[in-house]
């Protein structure tokens, strides 16, 4: 079964410094992977995926992620958080014949001034 | 790409009722899901939602307490059946669209709160 691990519950970034969020996986194909954006009474909204190739993708609001088959890890950077940035993050990973999607427990990113 | 409307987007509900959510979809898609967000919590996914036929639930979750329909390609409703407070959470549909490029589309959600 596959599952996602984000081992950070809550990280704190001060505005304009740089931002990882973490995330590993189990799953024993190829995954098909995510991570999401969850602000404050609103839906989730999708960030960056990866499918296959180039192994560093890019998405929105300046996101970039990168998968590392060899250490399970599909981790998120930005390398200037904005204000706005602040948020709940969830990765999450979908098996290719199903697209059911399990997510991690979440990140909450909060940024201070 | 798919735009999702879900109704209600938030209610308060007594203890014992049921409440059912609306899913519409602005476009053809193949697979529909439900999942709910608890307080403070992640996702998980409650069912399948399959066209003309049961839903297909997750460990869990049962068809008693948590009926779907989806009679077309665009429609999906979630009933939440009997309600306690443990029941209140965000509910989401999500979907695939007909043209699949591997990204699930989520609704805004449907906020309950159970008294």
């Known amino acids: 079964a596959q599952s996602v691990t984000q081992p950070d519950i809550h990280i704190t970034v001060s505005e304009g410094a740089s931002l990882e969020l973490r995330c590993n996986y189990s799953y024993g194909a190829t995954p098909y992977l995510f991570w999401y954006v969850q602000s404050p009474g609103q839906g989730l909204q999708l960030l960056l995926k990866?499918?296959?190739?180039?192994?560093l993708v890019q998405g929105i609001k300046g996101f970039e992620a990168e998968f590392k088959r060899s250490q399970s890890s599909f981790n998120l950077r930005k390398p200037s958080v904005h204000w706005s940035d602040a948020a709940e993050y969830f990765c999450?990973?979908?098996?290719?014949?199903?697209?059911?999607?399990?997510f991690g427990a979440g990140t909450t990113v909060t940024v201070r001034a | 790409s798919a735009v999702i409307s879900q109704k209600p987007s938030r209610d308060i509900c007594q203890r014992g009722t049921s409440l059912t959510i609306q899913c519409q979809v602005d476009s053809q898609v193949t697979m529909m899901f439900w999942y709910r967000q608890q307080p403070g919590q992640s996702l998980t996914l409650i069912a399948t939602a399959n066209q003309g036929s049961e839903a297909t639930y997750e460990s869990g979750f049962v068809i008693d307490k948590f009926p779907i329909s989806r009679p077309n390609l665009t429609f999906s409703t979630l009933t939440v059946s009997n309600m306690s407070p443990e029941d209140s959470s965000i509910y989401l549909c999500s979907v695939v669209p007909l043209q699949n490029t591997g990204e699930l589309f989520f609704g805004e959600g449907s906020r309950l709160t159970v008294l």
């Open positions: 999450a990973v979908v098996s290719s014949n199903d697209y059911k999607l399990s």
């Open positions: 990866y499918f296959s190739g180039d192994t």
